[in-house]
């Protein structure tokens, strides 16, 4: 099956860019997702990449996938105290057609 | 984007009650939902598949006898956790995909606390 590893934990002063990091196993997952989490909520999508691309920008966040390396990254511009959450990088699991999550990235964004 | 509620988000039951979470997707179709759970610091794990007019597909480790799912409708997934335990306490969250692009949108979530 496959494994999403992420790094824990990020912090970042305001206004500075946030950069998490991802690598995934399943070189056939054809969408690759950001979601955020803040305290007791659900999950929200961020954004997502499908596999043959290898950057897509949207506003604020840029996501660069490496899929030689089976990595991906999503960068936010000018980190705002509000975007301090856990980040959970998800790839699809051909097998099951499901998600399989990392472990998520707690960014913590100081004033 | 599309729109899931899942309801409750907060729900205390006693242990060997039952207690029923739905997952509906408001403006579109699901033939297939995900349920997920949570443990506290954890990432999301998932329990089963939810298929429309089928029986679900659990992981493995997962008990279905204990975890009854039913996929009734194109919009509504429920998940009914039988006889709670303590150890079933947990962020339970579900997810609809789309058709045709498969992109998968999630419930608010649901926190069991079993006494």
């Known amino acids: 099956g496959e494994d999403v590893e992420q790094s824990l934990f990020l912090s970042v002063r305001e206004g500075d860019s946030s950069v998490i990091n991802c690598t995934y196993t399943?070189?056939?997952?054809?969408?690759l997702y950001w979601y955020k989490q803040e305290p007791g909520a659900g999950l929200q999508l961020l954004t997502y990449?499908?596999?043959?691309?290898d950057m897509k920008q949207d506003q604020r966040l840029t996501v660069l996938l490496n899929k030689k390396d089976k990595h991906l990254s999503l960068r936010i511009a000018d980190t705002q105290t509000g975007d301090s959450a856990i980040y959970f990088c998800?790839?699809?699991?051909?097998?099951?057609?499901?998600?399989?999550f990392g472990s998520g990235t707690r960014l913590q964004v100081q004033p | 984007g599309a729109v899931v509620s899942q309801h409750p988000s907060r729900v205390i039951c006693k242990s060997g009650t039952s207690v029923k979470i739905e997952c509906r997707s408001l403006?579109?179709?699901?033939?297939?939902m995900f349920w997920y759970r949570q443990f506290p610091k954890q990432s999301l794990m998932l329990m089963a598949t939810?298929?429309?007019?089928?029986?679900?597909?659990?992981e493995q480790g997962v008990e279905k006898d204990k975890f009854l799912i039913n996929h009734a409708s194109l919009t509504l997934s429920t998940l009914t956790v039988t006889s709670a335990h303590p150890e079933d306490s947990s962020f339970y969250i579900c997810?609809?995909?789309?058709?045709?692009?498969?992109?998968?949108?999630f419930g608010s979530g649901t926190q069991l606390s079993v006494l």
């Open positions: 399943d070189s056939s997952s054809t969408y």
């Open positions: 997810s609809a995909r789309t058709v045709p692009n498969e992109k998968l949108f």
């Open positions: 939810s298929n429309e007019g089928s029986k679900a597909t659990y």
């Open positions: 990449i499908f596999s043959n691309m």
């Open positions: 998800a790839a699809t699991d051909t097998g099951r057609r499901a998600l399989t």
């Open positions: 403006d579109f179709q699901a033939t297939t």
